[in-house]
């Protein structure tokens, strides 16, 4: 840009082609943090609502269990 602006050059047409490489860039930078996201979301979710679901799956049996129901 600094080039086509020293020589005198149109700086408009220059301006599309670098809106249009950080549009791109932008873009995969997206992809690549929405294809981390899964790996992040797998910790938590290991401690913190799959344990809670178990519980509320496994709690209602083992409460028939101690009351000698089954």
């Given at each position: 840009?600094?080039?086509?602006?020293?020589?005198?050059a149109?700086?408009?047409?220059?301006?599309?082609?670098?809106?249009?490489?950080?549009?791109?860039?932008?873009?995969?930078?997206?992809?690549?943090?929405?294809?981390t996201?899964?790996?992040?979301?797998?910790?938590?979710?290991?401690?913190f609502?799959?344990?809670?679901?178990?519980?509320?799956?496994?709690?209602?049996?083992?409460?028939?269990?101690?009351?000698?129901?089954?």
């Amino acid at each position: 840009m600094i080039a086509a602006d020293s020589v005198g050059a149109s700086i408009g047409p220059i301006l599309k082609q670098l809106s249009g490489e950080l549009r791109v860039k932008r873009s995969s930078r997206a992809e690549q943090q929405g294809a981390t996201a899964a790996t992040k979301i797998l910790i938590p979710m290991i401690f913190f609502i799959l344990p809670a679901v178990l519980v509320a799956i496994f709690a209602p049996m083992v409460l028939k269990m101690m009351k000698g129901e089954i």
